[in-house]
């Protein structure tokens, strides 16, 4: 997942064979860092003055559905904030304009998935947690799952550097 600032550009562009549900997922992304700029100390005008490119890569294979939404809102919100996303972590997880995570599908082949490249966390939603039983016992004691409700949890997990303290309850 890439996301790139276009200065003086307009709304978003979505690249790399994406469909429609995935499409929308980058828009609620996009509208919920705008909603909630202040709190994650980003400025409003960015999102004024600016347009946003988000590509994924591997552009001949298409694309679709709500479970990169987690990923799409990472990359974004690592943008804005200038803020690494841990290189060590895959993520999945359907997102909301309230900024909850929701459950997907295929969580066994997304998590052996990030395993064979070489990746040791996951980022899940909490709802997805009976389907790691359908993990090999191997798999499950190498790995370490973060369980999340909230979109701020799991950016909370996936950018390490980002202020979150004024979230005394977790309100996103």
Do not use: S
């Given at each position: 997942m890439e996301a790139q600032l276009l200065p003086g550009g307009k709304g978003l562009t979505l690249t790399g064979q994406l469909g429609d549900v995935m499409r929308e997922s980058?828009?609620?992304?996009?509208?919920?860092?705008?909603a909630e700029a202040p709190r994650f100390d980003i400025d409003v005008k960015v999102f004024e003055s600016n347009g946003m490119h988000v590509h994924v890569p591997a552009g001949a294979i298409p694309k679709d559905g709500p479970s990169a939404g987690i990923a799409i809102i990472a990359a974004l919100t690592s943008l804005l904030t200038r803020k690494p996303v841990r290189a060590d972590t895959a993520m999945t997880g359907e997102i909301t304009l309230s900024g909850l995570v929701l459950p997907v599908g295929g969580v066994k082949e997304k998590v052996l998935a990030a395993r064979r490249a070489g990746l040791r966390r996951v980022i899940l939603p909490k709802a997805n947690a009976k389907d790691l039983r359908k993990l090999p016992e191997a798999v499950r004691q190498e790995m370490d799952f973060v369980l999340v409700e909230r979109v701020v949890e799991a950016l909370?997990?996936?950018i390490p550097a980002l202020d979150l303290t004024y979230y005394t309850e977790i309100t996103v």
């Open positions: 980058a828009e609620i992304a996009r509208d919920l860092l705008w909370h997990d996936a």
